[in-house]
């Protein structure tokens, strides 16, 4: 089941649900909240030679592969960040998501029409927001348009669906992701 506007305003009220800073009315729209871009961004480093990812190899761990193929961007208030063509960034929303408070409620973290109509996609594969989570959404951006794309720190960059599930987890989201934020490079 999704939740619409009312139901999400109330679960900010009641404490079920944290969004930090919450967001302001023009946010919502029938069954969604939009989220915004935090400053800091993840850029992969262009190659110099052929270089490839394992995931398959025994002991991948992806954050110490993020912070050896990643450095960190800042966009400064008032400037932007230029997305090319093709090219793959890492970036996070500049609000922190709680959901420990409702084991039943899960979210989704889709990207907005106005943009993917430009090109940009915001998640390649990681769509889901499990119960329990707490942290910052991380977004795997990538520009797949043809003419290079603007970024700007606060920007609306994504929507949140929220769904209630059909019983409660035996466990909450413990996952490497739990807890995420801004404060790695990756």
Same mark, same amino acid.
């Given at each position: 089941m999704i939740l619409t506007d009312r139901e999400i305003k109330l679960a900010l009220d009641t404490g079920t649900l944290?969004? =930090?800073? $919450?967001?302001?009315?023009?946010?919502?729209? =029938?069954?969604s909240v939009d989220l915004t871009l935090d400053p800091t961004l993840s850029e992969f480093r262009k190659a110099a030679m052929k270089r490839y990812f394992d995931p398959g190899e025994p002991g991948y761990a992806i954050d110490e592969v993020l912070a050896e193929e990643t450095q960190r961007v800042v966009i400064e208030q008032g400037k932007r960040y230029e997305l090319e063509p093709g090219r793959l960034i890492l970036a996070w929303t500049a609000e922190k998501l709680d959901l420990r408070k409702s084991p039943r409620l899960a979210a989704r973290?889709?990207?907005? =029409? =106005? +943009?993917? $109509?430009?090109? +940009?996609?915001?998640?390649?594969?990681a769509p889901t927001i499990h119960a329990g989570f707490v942290g910052r959404i991380r977004l795997e951006m990538i520009n797949h348009g043809q003419i290079p794309i603007h970024l700007r720190s606060g920007m609306k960059i994504c929507q949140l669906i929220f769904e209630q599930t059909l019983g409660t987890p035996e466990k909450g989201y413990a996952g490497q992701f739990s807890g995420q934020d801004t404060s790695s490079n990756v």
């Open positions: 944290l969004i =930090s800073p $919450r967001p302001n009315a023009e946010a919502f729209a =029938s069954t973290v889709e990207g907005k =029409s =106005s +943009l993917g $109509r430009l090109g +940009l996609g915001v998640h390649i594969t």
